[in-house]
């Protein structure tokens, strides 16, 4: 918990400190480039003293004390925090502004920060679907603060992975040695940020799955009555939580439980009894009911309407296969600094495979990530997926902690082989220092194409940060004033549908239809509502249309914000086309005018929107 509060108070002092200066916009100047590589420096440098520090006490027989290790939380949060923080600090929204999938993760934040109630993203009255624990917390933390979802999505997405990192770092500091955690919880959480931040709630999950695939490894591979349920009960509370977060990357970290607890359990039958074999299967049911008890804090109101007999459709979820998916990712061949780390992390798990349950544990998550890639490539012939793609983060994360203890070690075998000479071991240190500074001096470079995004999509305030001239979006506050005006209601109280799905980003209405089906709550009927939008398009009277809304067998829309064209009211929707790559066709459905010239509906026009709502 101090740690937690550490990294919270370091992250928020970072972001406001950098909200008060002017700064230059990141893809227009090298400004904030400069900056950010200042202080990432000056955090790892702090990181690199801690170590040494802690090193230097254990060889003099000495204590180390008790500031290293809240020095070494404010460093690691101070470094997440100027990696992401410096690189955005000059417009309001976070990676990839709030386009493609960051629209429906703000739109979710946006519902969550309006009501602490576990509601779907879009959908009115259905519970919802995707797991909702970052959100929510999310919108609360924005609540306190008194900020829109969409004003608090950068700071929050911020904090929160600083925390993650934090807490991972907690956790490795108590499995290992201290001065090896600190190198580990650095090694991972630089990859997490470079590979995994601009999904934000994903990466709150990756940083601290390493050190607890480390921890349930050790509660499962254990003499029979030697104690470990402690780690047992901890690896089922991060399990529960990451169902509360992300539903992915659970059943990744589930499985590679359940292989470890079989593994377990075939390595004490071998060296014991049957009945020493059936501790390990033991331990994984505690476990599995340890996290499903946790999960349900989100899932419960979702597995209740669906028992309850709610219709609900297979959903589209897992239509997607972008060609990271239809190959093994092998990091540790590029020609990288990565790809370095990668195969030094290779070499280590495979010479200590034998002898070092951490080398057992992160093998096993490897192992376990390329089977995952395999089961989804072999899912494709029955017509689905598992998004294997989504846990490339995940290995590299898994290969850098193991390449920051294979540096270590290797870099022991080489002081051995040239008898502790003070010159290599300062070459060692000098080398490994370089390679640090020039991978994260790059992270805002591989992550420029999100960052150029957050800078040029406008925000909820009508502004573009790179002062060119807004989209659309700046006209969302007049159509939601002409919305309010027009039905007298609040927005968490009407329906609209739109092709501009983005207006649910900052503004809290329900929708009748999303963008697309790969992001819809099951039971909301995505297809069949898509079939009502095209027979409403097709009414031939303003009757018919009131009629058609009337008999819908879902809340009907409120309001229609459309666009206008030459042939009338239009608005894109989105269709699975999958196995194709691109996997959405978006395609027009036009409405026309003539079907809202009635005294029963109140159309005003709003810059390129017509907002047509029903009285």
Same mark, same amino acid.
């Given at each position: 918990?101090?740690?937690?509060?550490?990294?919270?108070?370091?992250?928020?002092?970072?972001?406001?400190?950098?909200?008060?200066?002017?700064?230059?916009?990141?893809?227009?100047?090298?400004?904030?480039?400069?900056?950010?590589?200042?202080?990432?420096?000056?955090?790892?440098?702090?990181?690199?003293?801690?170590?040494?520090?802690?090193?230097?006490?254990?060889?003099?027989?000495?204590?180390?004390?008790?500031?290293?290790?809240?020095?070494?939380?404010?460093?690691?949060?101070?470094?997440?925090?100027?990696?992401?923080?410096?690189?955005?600090?000059?417009?309001?929204?976070?990676?990839?502004?709030?386009?493609?999938?960051?629209?429906?993760?703000?739109?979710?934040?946006?519902?969550?920060?309006?009501?602490?109630?576990?509601?779907?993203?879009?959908?009115?009255?259905?519970?919802?679907?995707?797991?909702?624990?970052?959100?929510?917390?999310?919108?609360?933390?924005?609540?306190?603060?008194?900020?829109?979802?969409?004003?608090?999505?950068?700071?929050?997405?911020?904090?929160?992975?600083?925390?993650?990192?934090?807490?991972?770092?907690?956790?490795?500091?108590?499995?290992?040695?201290?001065?090896?955690?600190?190198?580990?919880?650095?090694?991972?959480?630089?990859?997490?940020?470079?590979?995994?931040?601009?999904?934000?709630?994903?990466?709150?999950?990756?940083?601290?799955?390493?050190?607890?695939?480390?921890?349930?490894?050790?509660?499962?591979?254990?003499?029979?009555?030697?104690?470990?349920?402690?780690?047992?009960?901890?690896?089922?509370?991060?399990?529960?939580?990451?169902?509360?977060?992300?539903?992915?990357?659970?059943?990744?970290?589930?499985?590679?439980?359940?292989?470890?607890?079989?593994?377990?359990?075939? @390595?004490?039958? /071998?060296?014991? #009894?049957? %009945?020493? !074999?059936?501790?390990?299967? =033991?331990? &994984?049911?505690?476990?599995? $009911?340890?996290?499903?008890?946790?999960?349900?804090?989100?899932?419960?109101?979702?597995?209740?309407?669906?028992?309850?007999?709610?219709?609900?459709?297979?959903?589209?979820?897992?239509?997607?296969?972008?060609?990271?998916?239809?190959?093994?990712?092998?990091?540790?061949?590029?020609?990288?600094?990565?790809?370095?780390?990668?195969?030094?992390?290779?070499?280590? @798990?495979?010479? /200590?495979?034998? #002898?070092? %349950?951490? !080398?057992?544990?992160?093998? =096993?998550? &490897?192992?376990?990530?390329? $089977?995952?890639?395999?089961?989804?490539?072999?899912?494709?012939?029955?017509?689905?997926?598992?998004?294997?793609?989504?846990?490339?983060?995940?290995?590299?994360?898994?290969?850098?902690?193991?390449?920051?203890?294979?540096?270590?070690?290797?870099?022991?075998?080489?002081?051995?082989?040239?008898?502790?000479?003070?010159?290599?071991?300062?070459?060692?240190?000098?080398?490994?220092?370089?390679?640090?500074?020039?991978?994260?001096?790059?992270?805002?470079?591989?992550?420029?194409?999100?960052?150029?995004?957050?800078?040029?999509?406008?925000?909820?305030?009508?502004?573009?940060?790179?002062?060119?001239?807004?989209?659309?979006?700046?006209?969302?506050?007049?159509?939601?004033?002409?919305?309010?005006?027009?039905?007298?209601?609040?927005?968490?109280?009407?329906?609209?549908?739109?092709?501009?799905?983005?207006?649910?980003?900052?503004?809290?209405?329900?929708?009748?239809?999303?963008?697309?089906?790969?992001?819809?709550?099951?039971?909301?009927?995505?297809?069949?509502?898509?079939?009502?939008?095209?027979?409403?398009?097709?009414?031939?009277?303003?009757?018919?249309?009131?009629?058609?809304?009337?008999?819908?067998?879902?809340?009907?829309?409120?309001?229609?914000?459309?666009?206008?064209?030459?042939?009338?009211?239009?608005?894109?929707?989105?269709?699975?086309?999958?196995?194709?790559?691109?996997?959405?066709?978006?395609?027009?459905?036009?409405?026309?005018?003539?079907?809202?010239?009635?005294?029963?509906?109140?159309?005003?026009?709003?810059?390129?929107?017509?907002?047509?709502?029903?009285?």
């Amino acid at each position: 918990m101090a740690a937690v509060v550490v990294a919270a108070v370091v992250a928020a002092a970072g972001l406001f400190a950098f909200a008060q200066i002017s700064w230059p916009a990141f893809p227009s100047s090298n400004v904030l480039q400069a900056v950010t590589t200042a202080a990432q420096v000056v955090t790892l440098a702090v990181l690199a003293f801690v170590v040494w520090w802690i090193r230097r006490s254990r060889r003099l027989g000495r204590r180390a004390g008790w500031w290293p290790k809240p020095l070494a939380w404010a460093s690691l949060s101070g470094f997440v925090t100027a990696s992401l923080g410096l690189p955005l600090a000059a417009t309001t929204l976070y990676l990839h502004g709030v386009s493609v999938d960051q629209e429906f993760r703000t739109q979710y934040l946006t519902r969550l920060t309006d009501s602490a109630a576990l509601r779907d993203m879009t959908y009115a009255d259905l519970p919802p679907y995707y797991p909702a624990g970052w959100f929510w917390l999310g919108g609360r933390v924005a609540s306190v603060l008194g900020l829109d979802g969409w004003e608090a999505f950068k700071p929050y997405s911020i904090g929160s992975i600083a925390v993650a990192a934090v807490v991972a770092l907690v956790l490795w500091m108590r499995l290992v040695r201290t001065d090896l955690g600190v190198l580990a919880a650095v090694a991972t959480t630089a990859v997490t940020v470079t590979f995994a931040s601009p999904e934000a709630y994903g990466a709150v999950v990756i940083v601290v799955a390493i050190p607890a695939l480390v921890l349930a490894w050790g509660a499962l591979r254990r003499p029979p009555g030697r104690g470990g349920w402690g780690a047992v009960v901890g690896t089922g509370l991060f399990l529960g939580a990451a169902a509360t977060v992300y539903t992915l990357y659970l059943g990744w970290a589930a499985f590679t439980v359940v292989v470890m607890g079989l593994i377990a359990a075939i @390595l004490a039958y /071998r060296s014991g #009894t049957r %009945r020493d !074999a059936l501790e390990p299967l =033991l331990r &994984v049911a505690v476990i599995a $009911a340890v996290s499903g008890l946790v999960a349900l804090t989100a899932w419960l109101p979702y597995l209740v309407a669906v028992v309850g007999g709610t219709p609900a459709e297979s959903g589209t979820a897992l239509h997607y296969l972008p060609e990271a998916a239809a190959t093994l990712p092998l990091p540790m061949v590029d020609f990288s600094l990565t790809g370095a780390l990668c195969l030094i992390g290779t070499l280590w @798990l495979v010479t /200590r495979a034998a #002898t070092s %349950r951490r !080398a057992q544990a992160l093998g =096993l998550g &490897v192992v376990t990530v390329y $089977a995952w890639y395999l089961l989804s490539m072999v899912a494709t012939v029955l017509g689905t997926t598992l998004l294997a793609f989504r846990l490339e983060p995940v290995l590299l994360a898994l290969l850098a902690a193991a390449g920051a203890f294979g540096v270590v070690e290797f870099g022991r075998w080489i002081l051995l082989a040239t008898s502790e000479s003070p010159r290599v071991r300062a070459s060692i240190v000098a080398i490994v220092a370089v390679c640090a500074v020039a991978f994260v001096q790059d992270v805002p470079k591989f992550l420029g194409t999100d960052i150029a995004i957050a800078y040029s999509d406008t925000d909820g305030n009508g502004e573009r940060a790179d002062r060119r001239p807004p989209s659309s979006v700046a006209y969302y506050d007049d159509v939601d004033a002409a919305i309010r005006e027009s039905t007298g209601r609040p927005a968490d109280d009407t329906v609209v549908l739109t092709g501009d799905t983005s207006l649910m980003s900052f503004h809290p209405y329900w929708g009748f239809l999303g963008r697309t089906s790969h992001y819809a709550n099951p039971l909301a009927e995505y297809d069949a509502r898509r079939e009502a939008v095209h027979s409403w398009a097709e009414s031939e009277s303003a009757d018919e249309l009131l009629d058609a809304l009337a008999g819908a067998p879902w809340r009907a829309p409120d309001v229609f914000v459309l666009r206008e064209s030459a042939d009338g009211y239009t608005l894109r929707l989105g269709e699975d086309v999958y196995p194709n790559d691109p996997n959405v066709r978006m395609y027009q459905v036009t409405f026309p005018a003539a079907l809202f010239d009635d005294p029963r509906f109140d159309v005003q026009k709003v810059g390129p929107f017509v907002v047509a709502a029903v009285r």
